[in-house]
């Protein structure tokens, strides 16, 4: 029997080693720096019965990965009980535990306080062990705290330690975590049965510290899957493996940094000093598909407020601790032990904030926001006119590097970086007017205009109105070239086009710009496999520009971005053109599951091989992996919206529109919108199944259906 368990054993472990990369975590304050974890406890922490390389500490270290940083903080002999003969209250473990400021706390004590001379103060029990909880609790690491049910004590026990006291114990801790909404690790059930791994009938051996160590890795790796919408999809189920990654990556990039105006916040996985407003705007696009475990929207505060309301962005605790900083400004981080600034990398990013703002609207129905937003803070508008006049050259105390917009009559200058599409042939020896700043601009008016509506301020809707008409009229006038039937950039002289045709054109698209005739020449780019179409659409320059990189895309000379692709998707499905943007979305999603498949190590990527299913370069070097980051955005937003097809949903009206066109079984369970949950399942015959805990309206392929409370079917034919 032992010799059948080592084995399972054995290989459980050596597959959580192989792919320890994917095995992210939902633990909050996870980063591009390690995530600290202290493991509190008595000799079982410590590793008393086997070699020092083989505590659980130590074993789960090499578990979960260099990701994170588990310290052993156990120290033999002692007791949780303050009376007990060896407190670990007195220990300088307890206070470096402290010190370390830990991310994550596991607290394994309990076999000594079992002995009698110490079990005789069980009443204290509970009391010690609340205190002992709240110390950790009162960090300014705020961690996240798991208590341990204690291993078993196999018959007769030793030193005075029993299972009868220990079992008394289980139910106190038991209690304990539930009263004060503690994580709770059970230690007990998976050994129980298991006497051999503890040969002196108290301390496990090297196996029985596996098995704690798998245990605790499990707990805490595992993904809430309840706060996830949860995708069918038979035609290709990796696809559905591909989103579960990206929500583990998604939830590990969720980093909480006391002291700044949201905390915790989505981190883009680059810098833990640094933030980026366009990246942030991108992933809160996914992140309103699971609210409860991705702050996305309220990571929007982080820019607001320093920007526009001169905010502090001091986090507390020292740089010291946090590996990974900005190089562009790691010179400049005088900062004292107990606290360092984090700044925005670019001032002048895209300005996205009121489409997103948008987005999240329609997927909550939270007018209370959208009051906060344009009436008590103003900030919407205020940052459309503070884009306006923003100077090149100009820096703030808030970020890092000078803004790259010059404004001008007929539109903005930009700089690549300042854009976001960084060596970009768009940019490459020419001061350009960006048809991009210009139409995000025009998209940011037409969203203010459309959430003053909402809160019925006709005032501010109509002068936003105005604004986005006067933007639509620029644009139309001077940066369409009927020739090529596209949007292009202008040279400075504000009259002749900088014909390099990227997936940025689309912007005036997304927006609402274009004409249905313009529409239909600017889909006709996608559709054509020498331009922005091909085996993996949306590559980040046409393929038949004369800087085009077929081979390994160098960044934004051809590699497929997820953020440019996933808006002209968007663009094209708000259009007219759903059939192409589900297309090119689904050709696009195959090509990250395939890299994810195929390519070693098996994650989601910066930027992504325009031909190859592999990653892409930036010059000679490998692009970022692990990057949930704005890349979640295809396996989430994109499959849920275009490859099963729910591409609109309206809280506000109860209504959802469903694009029904794959001929197998797929769908979405435990959609959330507004008081809304429901699952929509498609069985690929055209019968549909709904599940709904409140009435809604169902537009299936234009055909508007009425759901109710409960499970009901429906017929629809196959668009």
């Known amino acids: 029997m032992k010799l059948h368990f080592r084995l399972i054993l054995l290989g ?25 974890v202290a493991c509190v406890g008595d000799s079982i922490t410590w590793g008393a019965g086997a070699p020092r390389d083989q505590s659980y500490p130590t074993q789960l270290q090499s578990l979960i990965g260099t990701n994170w940083n588990v310290r052993n903080f156990g120290v033999s002999g002692r007791t949780l009980l303050r009376k007990g003969d060896f407190p670990y209250w007195r220990e300088s473990e307890f206070t470096n535990a402290h010190s370390f400021q830990p991310n994550v706390v596991i607290i394994l004590l309990g076999a000594n306080d079992s002995k009698p001379q110490n079990w005789k103060y069980r009443d204290e029990f509970a009391g010690d062990y609340a205190d002992l909880v709240n110390t950790f609790r009162q960090l300014a690491s705020q961690p996240r705290i798991f208590v341990c049910r204690p291993t078993p004590v196999p018959e007769p026990g030793k030193y005075g330690i029993n299972e009868t006291a220990v079992s008394e114990e289980i139910k106190i801790i038991d209690h304990l975590a539930d009263t004060m909404q503690l994580e709770e690790i059970d230690l007990h059930t998976p050994l129980k049965d298991h006497p051999e791994f503890f040969p002196d009938c108290v301390h496990p051996d090297a ?103 001169h905010a502090p962005m001091r986090v507390q605790g020292s740089c010291a601790a946090y590996t990974n900083l900005n190089p562009w400004r790691v010179k400049k981080l005088n900062d004292d032990t107990n606290s360092f600034t984090v700044t925005i990398q670019h001032p002048d990013n895209p300005p996205l904030f009121a489409w997103v703002e948008w987005q999240y609207f329609q997927m909550t129905g939270d007018k209370a926001r959208v009051k906060w937003l344009l009436e008590d803070k103003q900030y919407l508008q205020k940052h459309y006119a503070w884009f306006n006049t923003i100077k090149r050259g100009e820096t703030f105390s808030w970020a890092n590097v000078a803004a790259g917009l010059n404004p001008q009559p007929l539109g903005f200058q930009w700089t690549g970086i300042a854009s976001g599409m960084d060596n970009s042939p768009r940019f490459a020896g020419k001061d350009v007017l960006a048809i991009d700043a210009l ?45 090529d039937g596209f949007y292009f950039d202008l040279m400075p002289d504000g009259k002749t086009f900088s014909k390099v045709r990227t997936p940025a054109s689309f912007w005036p698209v997304l927006a609402g710009m274009a004409s249905p005739l313009q529409v239909k020449r600017m889909a006709a780019h996608v559709h054509d496999a020498n331009d922005l179409g091909g085996v993996v659409p949306w590559p980040s320059v046409s393929r038949s520009d004369k800087d085009f990189n077929a081979t390994t895309g160098n960044y934004w000379c051809g590699a497929v971005w997820l953020p440019t692709a996933y808006m002209g998707i968007r663009a094209l499905t708000e259009n007219g053109e759903g059939e192409l943007a589900d297309q090119t979305a689904e050709a696009v999603l195959k090509q990250m599951y395939l890299t994810y498949r195929d390519y070693t190590p098996h994650t989601i990527w910066e930027c992504y091989n325009p031909n190859q299913p592999t990653p892409a370069s930036h010059g000679a070097n490998r692009v970022r992996a692990d990057f949930c980051g704005w890349s979640a955005l295809g396996p989430i937003s994109l499959f849920i919206e275009n490859v099963i097809g729910i591409h609109s949903v309206d809280a506000v009206h109860r209504v959802v529109e469903w694009r029904l066109h794959q001929p197998v079984r797929h769908g979405l369970r435990n959609l959330r919108f507004g008081d809304v949950t429901t699952d929509l399942i498609a069985d690929g015959q055209g019968q549909i199944e709904v599940i709904s805990n409140r009435p809604y309206t169902l537009i299936i392929n234009g055909k508007s259906l009425k759901v109710k409370v409960g499970r009901q079917l429906f017929h629809q034919q196959i668009k």
Not at 16 to 27: K, Q, R, T
Not at 252 to 257: F, P, R, S, T
Not at 444 to 456: E, F, P, T
């Open 207 to 309: 196996e029985g510290y596996a098995v704690i160590a798998q245990t605790v890795f499990r707990k805490l790796t595992e993904l809430d899957r309840s706060k996830f919408p949860q995708p069918i999809f038979d035609k290709e189920p990796g696809y559905v493996d591909l989103y579960w990654k990206a929500c583990e990556l998604a939830s590990a990039h969720v980093l909480n940094q006391p002291g700044l105006p949201q905390s915790p916040y989505m981190d883009e996985a680059f810098w833990d000093d640094t933030i980026w407003i366009w990246d942030t705007c991108f992933m809160s696009l996914y992140c309103r598909y699971a609210p409860q475990a991705l702050p996305g929207i309220e990571s929007l505060s982080n820019f607001y407020a320093p920007i526009h309301d």
């Open 12 to 36: 459980i472990v050596a597959l959580a080693i192989g792919f320890h990369a994917s095995a992210e975590s939902s633990i909050a304050p996870a980063s591009a720096s390690p995530v600290r």
């Open 439 to 483: 139409a995000e601009q025009g998209l940011a008016a037409k969203y203010i205009s459309q959430l003053a509506d909402v809160i019925r301020d006709k005032p501010l809707t109509k002068q936003y109105r105005k604004e986005y008409e006067r933007i639509r009229d620029l644009i139309n006038k001077n940066y369409w070239d009927d020739a």
